[in-house]
């Protein structure tokens, strides 16, 4: 496979459970992304990763915890979610110190409905 | 923080016609770039911007980077259906971090 693929596409959960979402790139890529996108509200920046170390966390709440085990993998773990926190949740990577560059390459997104 | 203002926030088009849609900020940009949402994917790159003034054709689409550095157009002519989704501007700001700031978009919608 090539480019940046998110797994689950589809995901409904209930406010108590915990799953997690899964992002995998194959471009060769340091730097890693969580963005959040809800209806009429511009992408949302939620935490950045680069050469697997988190430099970056939008204020987001707790309940979102990110994990990044190596550059090609990251993670989105989810618990006691809102169902305000329904919305398309997109992973994005590029290549650190040269994203000006190239720009983010972004994966089909998870869309989240939390119930 | 940078801020990207995009319009029209939505546009509905005859098959055929020209579109033509906007990006401004108050911030200085040292690269503009385009995406393209179909529904229900990621946001997919469509141009890349570099050097003010830069006019930049990919197929049916044109975009320039702003002599200011603080706008970006783009136009798509002779629309087609496939052409729906949704238009991002995005770019970085000089001296600014390294993140891609994003504009709200434009919703493009063709009618046959």
């Known amino acids: 496979e090539t480019g940046v693929t998110q797994t689950p596409r589809h995901l409904v959960m209930g406010m108590t459970n915990k799953k997690s979402l899964k992002c995998e790139q194959h471009l060769g890529h340091n730097a890693m992304y969580w963005y959040k996108q809800s209806a009429k509200k511009p992408l949302e920046l939620m935490f950045v990763y680069n050469f697997k170390e988190q430099t970056e966390n939008n204020s987001v709440p707790s309940r979102f915890s990110p994990e990044c085990p190596n550059s090609s993998h990251l993670f989105l773990h989810l618990h006691t979610l809102q169902p305000e926190d329904s919305a398309l949740y997109l992973c994005a990577s590029s290549p650190a110190g040269d994203r000006g560059h190239y720009g983010y390459t972004f994966g089909s997104g998870t869309r989240l409905t939390v119930v | 923080g940078q801020q990207l203002n995009q319009s029209p926030q939505s546009m509905f088009i005859q098959e055929g016609e020209d579109v033509s849609m906007n990006c401004t900020s108050s911030?200085?940009?040292?690269?503009w770039l385009w995406y393209k949402q179909d529904p229900g994917e990621g946001p997919v790159l469509l141009i890349a911007l570099y050097k003010a003034g830069e006019l930049t054709s990919n197929g049916r689409l044109t975009a320039q980077f702003g002599i200011t550095r603080k706008d970006s157009f783009l136009n798509i002519s002779a629309s087609i259906p496939s052409d729906v989704g949704i238009y991002f501007c995005a770019g970085f700001t000089q001296g600014g971090s390294e993140k891609l700031v994003f504009g709200k978009g434009t919703k493009l919608t063709v009618n046959p």
């Open positions: 911030s200085i940009f040292n690269t």
